[in-house]
């Protein structure tokens, strides 16, 4: 097996270094980066006309409602009221749910909204939009304001790209360029009927009658002039 490998570590080394640069390649300049917007919401019954405090069946009736909640953030109907409010917006109702990520906390109230865009500004405004239209379609289908925004998007907040990740890119295509130029050595090896040494031949179970052994060309040019020189050394000793 490690013969094998060093046979074809040239073919293994090529593969692994151009895949990498590669991966470098199109993860900086060809894919655009994606920037995230956030924004946190609490859903909650407000309190009777009594002002009485909110008891427990009230926060399981709310917990029970978070899926409708978590599912209602990306609707149709609320990616409608963002166009409305901002027809500028250059995505249809389905890319806008598309783009939204919505995650509910275990055993809380608290919606949390996330955005990606490739435009960082343009994912904040999206992402504000969204908040309010989902605080107005919850109005207006329970009949009361059920829904408060705890935070918007900071406009002073990290700026980096989500994605592309370069360092997760190269990671992948240095194990599967090794991963595939390892299979297509060991595949080329059993294609390969070359004998090389002895041992190929005692790995097949064939007699071995005799070996020729390895001639360095370079080694026997010099030889070959040296004895050449000796020559024609001798028979000038000769002459005189």
């Avoid at 074809?8 to 895949?19: G, Q």
């Avoid at 605080?135 to 705890?150: F, L, Q, S």
């Avoid at 994605?163 to 299979?183: D, K, M, R, T, W």
């Avoid at 190929?200 to 001639?215: G, K, M, Q, S, Y």
């Amino acid at each position: 097996m490690l013969d094998v490998v060093r046979r074809r570590m040239r073919l293994i080394a090529s593969m692994t270094v151009i895949a990498v640069l590669a991966a470098v390649f199109v993860t900086i300049w060809l894919v655009p980066p994606v920037y995230e917007a956030q924004a946190e919401l609490i859903v909650n019954k407000p309190a009777e006309e009594d002002f009485s405090p909110l008891n427990w069946d009230t926060v399981v009736v709310n917990l029970q409602l978070m899926s409708t909640y978590r599912l209602l953030v990306s609707s149709q109907a609320v990616m409608h009221e963002v166009l409305n409010m901002n027809p500028d917006l250059p995505y249809t109702t389905r890319q806008l749910s598309g783009m939204v990520d919505v995650e509910v906390k275990d055993n809380t109230q608290i919606i949390t909204l996330r955005v990606r865009d490739t435009d960082y500004e343009r994912a904040m405004e999206i992402t504000r939009l969204i908040s309010r239209a989902f605080k107005a379609k919850v109005a207006e289908i329970m009949g009361a304001d059920h829904v408060t925004i705890i935070s918007d998007p900071n406009p002073e907040g990290s700026r980096e790209p989500v994605s592309p990740n370069l360092a997760l890119n190269v990671l992948a295509a240095f194990v599967l360029s090794l991963g595939c130029s390892l299979i297509l050595a060991f595949a080329l090896h059993q294609l390969d009927d070359t004998v090389r040494s002895a041992d190929d031949l005692a790995a097949l179970e064939l007699p071995v009658f005799t070996v020729v052994p390895h001639v360095d060309m370079k080694d026997a040019i010099r030889r070959q002039k040296m004895k050449a020189e000796r020559k024609a050394g001798e028979k000038a000793y000769a002459a005189h």
